[in-house]
């Protein structure tokens, strides 16, 4: 029998249940805890900036429900390795999506399994649990980037 939620999408739940990235980072240049205080999800992202201004690791780790583990693991796979600017990109690219705002976003992007997240925008009490691991990448970029200028 298929599944037609789009909140129980195979992709979603291949992601909840088998993580990608899910560990924090040991020595990270920033971490950024997302909370969603309604319904308990709590995620925290660590990321490293590496030399050159790239973003070559990311993590995250916590517990949320399958959409906020599934979207917190398809972050980290495709910002992995991705400039902090593309980072950035592909956060702004996601949040349009599922909201509707596309101001910055990549219409162009190759989203892959994330497209598997654009049913959500059905549901928007779930929005925010699909773009908590987002949000806290987005912060934890700013901190690891404020952190490199004092240096």
Do not use: F
Not at 126 to 147: F, H, S, T, Y
């Amino acid at each position: 029998m298929a599944v037609t939620n789009p909140l129980y999408h195979d992709i979603i739940l291949e992601h909840y249940e088998y993580p990608r990235n899910k560990a924090l980072l040991d020595e990270p240049d920033a971490t950024s805890r997302g909370l969603n205080a309604s319904c308990g999800d709590d995620l925290i992202v660590s990321v490293k900036l590496g030399e050159t201004e790239t973003c070559p690791e990311v993590g995250w780790d916590g517990h949320a429900c399958a959409i906020g583990e599934a979207s917190a693991s398809m972050m980290a796979e495709s910002v992995e390795g991705q400039g902090t600017e593309r980072a950035r990109t592909w956060i702004r690219t996601v949040r349009g999506m599922l909201t509707g705002k596309t101001e910055g976003a990549d219409p162009g992007l190759e989203l892959g399994d994330i497209e598997s997240l654009e049913g959500i925008r059905q549901y928007p009490v779930r929005i925010k649990c699909a773009l908590l691991a987002w949000e806290a990448l987005d912060e934890a970029l700013g901190l690891a980037e404020e952190k490199r200028k004092s240096a």
